[in-house]
């Protein structure tokens, strides 16, 4: 029989140095003076005998072997539709198997998909690379396809072929450096990676980076995973989020790392499960109050002391708390129960493992190659090259993917001032300015803002927070008024000064009077958020209330204390978990929080404070409606340094809606103190820190304070009242 392939193409195959495997292999129709034929060609190591089935019936055609490596070619007098045969191939030990060729079907990628993509603009870029179990002309099976344009091959190896390269050689598209294939066969569960031949022969394998879910660590591969079987139940949350603003409305955020939350000490101090978290988070949450969780960093990572901040899976929740459904079970119960879902999200960096984006293809793919752009020296991870089309619309489609898929409310973008400049961090020497001389990444900026716009265009009532630690101007201004475009922005500097302040003996507060007040200065130049992180109660820097000082019983007052000035200053809420009950260890990712604490009393006190904090912030507008603007703050006090007092006022939609907040830093109490007020009539005391249920000592006002028309501080009226030591009260006037 004379085949029509050239011996050239055989070793080609044979060899796996084919750039384009399925222009030979597969059912490829030709006509002679015959007449119309099918080459039928499959290429089956270790196969001693291979039979063709058209139709995928009997009788069985044999194939001749043109090569001893395993490569088969059979003749067909009639057509044969491209994907209608089957192979069945038998090996030396006897073994028969039957399967249908993956080199029968055509590319399922578009070429509009490949276009958006070099383009750096397809939003749903993760519903078309990667690995999808899909039904291509009636058989079921996955489409693989990855971008890895300097290859010289790829093939996807994995649980279905013995993990060997030789049996899924992939194609590349054109131009565009995605390969793809169809197995037929697979589905949902099955393992996998790409191995990948680089320009100087060098082989590795590598992880899916567009993978819906990975092997636990410290195993690397992939895992086909269909994410549209969860049957959501969140509609009406989602459908009142589409019309609410966040920028006007309570946000009270519970800042949790999954894997040190809570675990199971009697079962080999696990983990929780993603479902039984939902049992267990839940009611805590809103019991304590707080609008929003957010979750430290839930993508796929190799490494539990990064907290998850390493990233090598961009659009696979990790593993470690069960499968993608459980952790949409998780979200969806927090939604029915009226709580938001905020992820943290790594778009300025990724770890240099060799299974993940490090030098992907053999170049520096998602990364600069020059190390004064490409490398972060601190961290020791990579860099993404925000000036290349496909890497944007890599990180873009990895947002998108989780506000789409996972129903998520809101990302909390880390490490932006790491993207923001080119010399972060770094010396003279080992960075280089932008093409206009400058320090900022003009391609990083350009990417956040075209990012801000996608998130808030695409996916109505989310929003993005920025942490970003610089006085960069306009991160959460619009971008079409010259900012960044992000909802909101961490408020470093009022978390720096205000722990600062208050880990001074009250003896010296006097002297520093201005680490309280300065953050007014520019508390509206944006859209802020008071955040009391993970990050300041870690790498030594102490738990909250060990950096309180004096006594036991100083230490709970001034941390509630600090709790109390927080919720009225304006800006919205964050805190990390552990501080709401006053755990006196930094916190550990390798265990659970000191449950054991809620037992005592002073702690239980500050927990208890902390959910009345959030109750009443969340019941009066005046505390989150005028947020980023002085229509809702005035002071009242804010230059009495020698006894280190301040107060003021927050205001609602209108002067008569208002709280005062008096607040008094030494253990020295204040009785008789004179603070000026709106209106004349009763105030009632809303909030006391000093209270008995907290902790406290138990002193205050009765209730509340009559007021009288005794001009003062500015205001109309004003009233005498008792300031507890290490203590802030709230007042209200009577309605």
């Given at each position: 029989m004379a085949s029509r392939v050239s011996q050239e193409d055989i070793a080609r195959v044979v060899q796996l140095t084919h750039h384009d495997p399925f222009t030979v292999l597969g059912a490829h129709p030709h006509e002679d003076e015959t007449g119309r034929r099918t080459?039928?060609?499959?290429?089956?190591?270790?196969?001693?005998?291979?039979?063709?089935?058209p139709a995928g019936q009997e009788p069985a055609l044999p194939m001749q072997?043109?090569?001893?490596?395993?490569?088969?070619?059979?003749?067909?007098?009639?057509?044969?539709?491209?994907?209608?045969?089957?192979l069945?191939?038998?090996?030396?030990?006897?073994?028969?198997?039957?399967?249908?060729?993956?080199?029968?079907?055509?590319?399922?990628?578009?070429?509009?998909?490949?276009?958006?993509?070099?383009?750096?603009?397809?939003?749903q870029l993760y519903r078309r690379l990667g690995a999808h179990h899909l039904e291509v002309q009636g058989v079921g099976g996955v489409r693989f396809a990855v971008w890895a344009p300097n290859a010289r091959r790829v093939s996807v190896v994995g649980d279905f072929n013995c993990w060997d390269p030789r049996r899924h050689p992939m194609r590349v598209l054109g131009s565009s450096g995605v390969w793809e294939i169809f197995v037929p066969g697979i589905g949902p569960g099955t393992r996998y990676k790409y191995q990948i031949l680089d320009q100087q022969g060098r082989q590795s394998d590598r992880a899916d980076p567009f993978a819906f879910a990975a092997e636990q660590r410290p195993h690397t591969a992939s895992v086909v995973a269909q994410l549209d079987g969860y049957e959501w139940g969140d509609a009406e949350w989602l459908a009142r989020r589409r019309t609410h603003d966040p920028l006007v409305e309570p946000l009270s955020i519970y800042e949790l790392h999954l894997g040190s939350w809570m675990r199971v000490p009697e079962d080999d101090n696990r983990w929780l499960t993603y479902r039984e978290l939902a049992a267990k988070l839940i009611p805590y949450v809103k019991g304590l109050g707080f609008t929003h969780v957010e979750f430290l960093p839930l993508s796929e990572h190799p490494l539990d002391a990064s907290w998850g901040y390493q990233v090598t899976g961009y659009f696979a929740a990790t593993s470690r708390f069960g499968s993608p459904q459980d952790l949409m079970f998780l979200i969806d119960q927090l939604h029915q129960a009226g709580i938001g879902v905020i992820l943290d999200w790594v778009p300025a960096h990724f770890p240099a493992d060799e299974h993940a984006l490090a030098r992907f293809d053999g170049t520096a793919l998602y990364e600069h190659e020059d190390p004064r752009l490409g490398e972060h020296q601190d961290w020791g991870t990579k860099i993404f090259n925000?000036?290349?089309?496909?890497?944007?619309?890599?990180?873009?489609?990895?947002?998108?993917?989780?506000?789409?898929?996972?129903?998520i409310d809101g990302l909390r973008v880390d490490a932006v001032a790491s993207m923001i400049y080119l010399d972060y961090s770094r010396q003279p020497g080992q960075w280089i300015p932008n093409r206009f001389g400058g320090r900022e990444n003009l391609e990083a900026l350009e990417f956040l803002k075209r990012l801000n716009e996608t998130v808030y265009r695409t996916f109505p009532g989310t929003f993005t927070i920025a942490e970003e630690s610089t006085a960069f101007p306009g991160v959460s201004r619009p971008t079409y008024l010259g900012g960044l475009g992000f909802g909101f922005k961490w408020n470093m500097g009022w978390m720096h000064d205000s722990l600062e302040y208050m880990g001074f003996d009250p003896v010296y507060r006097k002297y520093h009077h201005n680490k309280l007040t300065f953050s007014?200065?520019?508390?509206?130049?944006?859209?802020?958020?008071?955040?009391?992180?993970?990050?300041?109660?870690?790498?030594?820097?102490?738990?909250?209330?060990?950096?309180?000082?004096?006594?036991?019983?100083?230490?709970?007052?001034?941390?509630r204390l600090l709790?109390?000035?927080?919720?009225?200053?304006?800006?919205?809420?964050?805190?990390?978990?552990?501080?709401?009950?006053?755990?006196?260890?930094?916190?550990?990712?390798?265990?659970?929080?000191?449950?054991?604490?809620?037992?005592?009393?002073?702690?239980?006190?500050?927990?208890?404070?902390?959910?009345d904090l959030n109750r009443l912030y969340r019941s009066d507008p005046a505390l989150y409606a005028h947020d980023f603007d002085w229509e809702g703050f005035c002071w009242l006090e804010l230059n009495d340094s020698a006894q280190s007092t301040l107060s003021w006022i927050r205001f609602g939609e209108q002067a008569a809606d208002h709280l005062l907040f008096a607040c008094n830093y030494t253990p020295v109490p204040r009785e008789g103190y004179?603070?000026?007020?709106?209106?004349?009539?009763?105030?009632?005391?809303?909030?006391?820190?000093?209270?008995?249920?907290?902790?406290?000592?138990?002193?205050?006002?009765?209730?509340?304070?009559?007021?009288?028309?005794?001009p003062w501080q500015g205001q109309p009226a004003s009233m005498t009242i008792t300031l507890p030591p290490l203590g802030v009260v709230v007042f209200g006037p009577r309605r």
């Open positions: 080459a039928v060609r499959a290429f089956v190591p270790e196969a001693t005998d291979v039979w063709v089935l072997q043109l090569h001893p490596g395993g490569f088969f070619e059979a003749e067909l007098v009639e057509p044969v539709e491209v994907t209608g045969y089957l069945r191939a038998r090996t030396a030990d006897g073994a028969v198997r039957e399967f249908r060729d993956s080199y029968a079907f055509l590319p399922q990628l578009g070429e509009l998909d490949l276009h958006l993509f070099r383009e750096g603009t397809h939003e925000f000036g290349r089309n496909e890497v944007r619309n890599f990180l873009a489609a990895s947002a998108s993917f989780w506000l789409d898929c996972y129903h007014l200065v520019y508390a509206f130049h944006e859209n802020f958020i008071l955040p009391l992180s993970h990050d300041e109660v870690v790498h030594l820097k102490g738990s909250l209330i060990r950096k309180m000082p004096g006594d036991e019983w100083q230490k709970f007052a001034n941390l709790y109390g000035t927080m919720w009225g200053h304006p800006g919205k809420k964050m805190l990390f978990m552990g501080s709401e009950f006053a755990q006196w260890d930094e916190w550990n990712h390798d265990k659970s929080l000191d449950w054991h604490l809620t037992n005592f009393d002073r702690h239980k006190g500050v927990q208890r404070l902390v959910g004179r603070i000026g007020v709106p209106e004349v009539g009763f105030y009632r005391e809303l909030l006391n820190s000093d209270a008995l249920e907290y902790g406290g000592s138990g002193m205050g006002n009765q209730g509340g304070m009559q007021s009288e028309p005794v």
